[in-house]
């Protein structure tokens, strides 16, 4: 018995061991983007209780955002090539700060690009639930707006991931109080449902403007709808 303990635990630690050095890596990875949101802050101290945009780089590189949802108080703290569990890990860096009325969340498509294996979309979906459950255990009545993981063109192998994680995100979604799902993948075809490439950069996966003008029709409208919902006095 001790032999078979001595085994199971050989085979846990070095996995352990590289779990913390991986996480402690992308820590540091991270650490500029958060020491310029501080900065930005020092010098544009924000309001507390806006709309908060939180996720990776096709949130990141949205650089017009509070340009195109004004008048509504949007601030963009997203951090490009973060994965869910990077949402998670620097949560307290972003919801407390800020202490949002609207979290809107776009994250996700990192972690299925993650290696030569997509990592399983349950898995992937179970991080954004985490986040989302500190969210409501930290800030109740805070309302959440997923933003489906885009199929982008880049990665069509793995579209089936894509709608699979989306698919489990939509569900939760419609089950959870204060959770909203926008589907973004609709306005990123033609009429023969095939990519939009006019509307991708070189990459085939980040966006042109053009891209984030079809995005704001979408997401615009439900932020307007759910800023009334929390602030009577804006209707």
Known sequence: MKTFIALVLLSVLPWSARAADDAAKRWAQYEPSFKA????DRAHPPQPGGILFVGSSIFRQWTTVPEQMAPLPVLNRAFGGSRTADQVARFDQLIPV????????????????????????????ARFKAF??????????????????TRSPDRVARWEQVDHYNALARAYCAATPYHTFI?????????????????????????????????????????????????????
């Open 183 to 235: 589907d973004l993948n609709p306005v990123l075809v033609d009429g023969n449902g095939h990519p939009r490439i006019d509307l991708y950069v070189a990459d085939k996966l980040h966006f042109k403007p053009e891209a984030y003008v079809e995005f704001t029709a979408m997401i615009k409208p439900v932020l307007t709808r759910l800023w009334a919902e929390v602030n009577p006095a804006a209707r």
């Open 98 to 125: 800020y202490a949002p009325k609207i979290v809107v969340y776009y994250c996700g498509s990192n972690d299925l690009k993650a290696g030569t294996t997509p990592e399983d979309p349950a898995a992937i979906f």
């Open 37 to 40: 949101f501080a900065e930005l």
């Open 132 to 149: 989302s459950e500190k969210l409501r255990a930290t800030r109740p009545g805070t309302r959440l707006v997923f933003v489906s993981s």
